[in-house]
Nanobody, 122 residues
Framework: VQLQASGGGLVQAGGSLRLSCAAS????????IGWFRQAPGKEREFVAA????????SYADSVKGRFTISRDNAKNTMFLQMNSLKPEDTAIYYC????????????????WGQGTEVTVSS
């Protein structure tokens, strides 16, 4: 599976962005999708995940209530809606796919996109 993330950019604090992750082939029947982020000088961290059919989602505490993960399996595309953005959300955001239950550990996710940069100004 090849993944391509897009939708990043520069936004003021309190603003919104919607990230997209396009998959090269059908992921709906097999793959969970996760979003991770990595800020300069920091380790990659879990943001959110959604199971193969969208019936189950999970979020990092830092983004709960502000971010929403979703997917459109008919279009092989996954989304991360980010609202009420804060400067501490500034990072490169990556989407990842896994054919098994992968959790919050980046090492457990087998497929990665190239990342899209999000900058939130104060």
């Amino acid at each position: 599976v090849q993944l391509q993330a897009s939708g990043g950019g520069l936004v003021q604090a309190g603003g919104s962005l919607r990230l997209s992750c396009a998959a090269s082939r059908r992921t709906g029947s097999r793959y969970a999708i996760g979003w991770f982020r990595q800020a300069p000088g920091k380790e990659r961290e879990f943001v959110a995940a959604i199971n193969w059919n969208g019936g189950s989602t999970s979020y990092a505490d830092s983004v709960k209530g502000r971010f929403t993960i979703s997917r459109d399996n008919a279009k092989n595309t996954m989304f991360l809606q980010m609202n009420s953005l804060k400067p501490e959300d500034t990072a490169i955001y990556y989407c990842a796919a896994s054919s098994t239950v992968a959790g919050a550990n980046p090492a457990a996710w087998g497929y990665w996109g190239q990342g899209t940069e999000v900058t939130v100004s104060s």
